[in-house]
């Protein structure tokens, strides 16, 4: 059999194939040619890719952060559900604070007590003033009595002179205990304002708008420091990481128009660009195919999406879907029709309606 019969013959298959498959997606799935047509120039895009431009698989993702516990304690309340949309320092999670708020309580009475023991050491200096100040009257006194008068004796002017000195070292000692307790006073409102950042550490806030990924913890569980409460996705960071060849990776420049194509609505093009290459090659992973041979070393290439354009289509976003980028590898390189950008409208569904058409009856 010559090749053209061949190609003759399987053309005669495949046209009431693909013609029983078409019937059978409109009339039983209740799709559209739209969806059918995106479907398929998604099947066959790969091999209608011209030149200039590289393909791979991968899933949608978004950077994922953890909202954590500073402090061990017993978690008191969480307010937010998986799926839920936060805002940037929402209240997420609350622990509890008895034990911190009794910590206040005695720390604030430390505080008063040191202010009370700071004024009573600064009346001590104010009473070892006035006596060393009657101390040196004293000893001026003695000592122009003793160049006049023969019964003032020598004796009497050195006790004067001790009791000079001792009343400086008494207003030292009371000096310096002033300056002990304006040290405790500062100790305590140290210890307050630490309690009181503890206390405030107890409220955990969602470090970043998002979505609510994962509650890992529950009201009531004791969570040690560092414990995970929640887990929320970044919606404005959301990508697409592939693996490309060597060749192509080569030739991939940071900032490149890619597009993304999802297999849920094949019909919608998604604008996008090359955010980041791998500086080293590494084995393809088993779970992403490529159509280079597994064992070929490849470049990790992330495709991401817009924030300003995340935005608009925030409801929409969903990790985890297995879809297919085009990376231009060449500024020269024109976008084929089928590739060109194509998006729902804003805060519509994702997925093309199942209803049956209505009849015509």
Known sequence: MT??????????ILVPVLAVATAGWMFVGGGNL???????????????LPDGFAVGNGRIEATE????????????EVRVQEGDRVEQGQVVAVLDTDALEALQRQVRAELRQAEQ???HALAVVEQRESELDFARRDLDRLQRLSRTDQFVSEEQVDQARTGVRSAEAALWASRVQVA???????????GLERVEVDIADSTLRAPRGGRVLYRLAE?????GVGGKVLTLLDLGDVYMVIFLPTPAAGRVPLGAPAR???DAAPEYVVPAEVSFVAPRAQFTPK????????????FRVKVRIAPDLLARYETLVKTGLPGVAYVQLSPDASWPEHLEPRLPPPRSSLWPSTSPAPSSD
Do not use: F, H, M, Y
């Not at 002990?180 to 140290?190: D, K, L, M, S, Y």
């Open 287 to 298: 779970q992403v195919e490529t159509q280079s041979v597994r064992e070929s070393l490849a």
């Open 180 to 190: 002990a307790a304006e040290a405790a006073i500062e100790a305590a409102q140290a």
């Open 260 to 262: 993304i194509v999802l």
């Open 219 to 223: 009201p009531g569980e004791v969570l």
């Open 34 to 48: 739209q969806t059918l047509a995106g479907a398929v120039q998604n099947l066959l895009g790969d091999a209608a």
């Open 117 to 119: 023991e700071r004024q």
């Open 3 to 12: 090749r053209r019969r061949r190609w003759l013959l399987a053309a005669a």
């Open 65 to 76: 952060v953890d909202v954590a516990t500073k402090l061990a304690g017993r978690l008191a």
